[in-house]
């Protein structure tokens, strides 16, 4: 499983990995071309993915058409939650496959969304695990795409490699080498 975390423009990357991962279809998979920092060999081609896309308001959302018709084509490997930190029409809301979430991506939201893949059996998350906080060792990545301070909150500052105490990520069981940040 992929987790990812994109804020604002953040989605841009996040939206190209998506291409490259799922395409249009399945020969588009196999194609070479763009994306070139996934590599595909490493993820399974049954690889989930859920991203949560932080914007204000439902109108700021970029990319809604296109990830809606992504989500269509693959709805057992690509969940979308969209949190709306601007847009306070209850706390959660869901219409069709789309899921909104009142307020920004904070370890509450991730908590909520990703509960599956962060409880998992020997996964660690919030209760503590038996995991390597350092090394990480679980099957389940989280890739971070936004601005400084989404990074500082999440994950630690961009440019860092480690993760500080203290940030959502490493609160719910996430090792430095778990998350990837763009």
């Known amino acids: 499983t992929i987790i990812m975390l994109a804020a604002g423009t953040g989605i841009t990357p996040m939206y190209q990995a998506l291409q490259r991962l799922f395409g249009k279809d399945e020969s588009e998979n196999s194609e070479s071309g763009g994306g070139e920092d996934i590599d595909r060999n490493n ?3 049954d690889t989930k993915v859920i991203l949560i896309y932080g914007s204000r308001t439902r109108r700021d959302i970029y990319l809604r058409k296109e990830l809606a018709d992504m989500q269509n084509r693959f709805p057992d490997r690509l969940t979308v939650v969209y949190a709306l930190s601007d847009d306070r029409r209850g706390a959660r809301s869901a219409r069709g496959n789309e899921l909104m979430v009142d307020g920004k991506i904070d370890k509450s939201v991730i908590a909520l969304t990703c509960q599956e893949e962060i409880f ?45 105490a203290g940030c959502a990520l490493r609160e719910l069981g996430f090792g430095a080498k778990d998350v990837v940040k763009f």
Do not use: H, Q
């Open 43 to 45: 993820i399974a081609s």
């Open 120 to 164: 998992r059996k020997g996964g660690g998350g919030v209760d503590g695990g038996t995991r390597d906080r350092d090394n990480g060792n679980r099957d389940c990545k989280v890739w971070v795409c936004g601005p400084p301070s989404f990074y500082n909150d999440l994950c630690g500052p961009r440019e860092d490699d480690g993760m500080p």
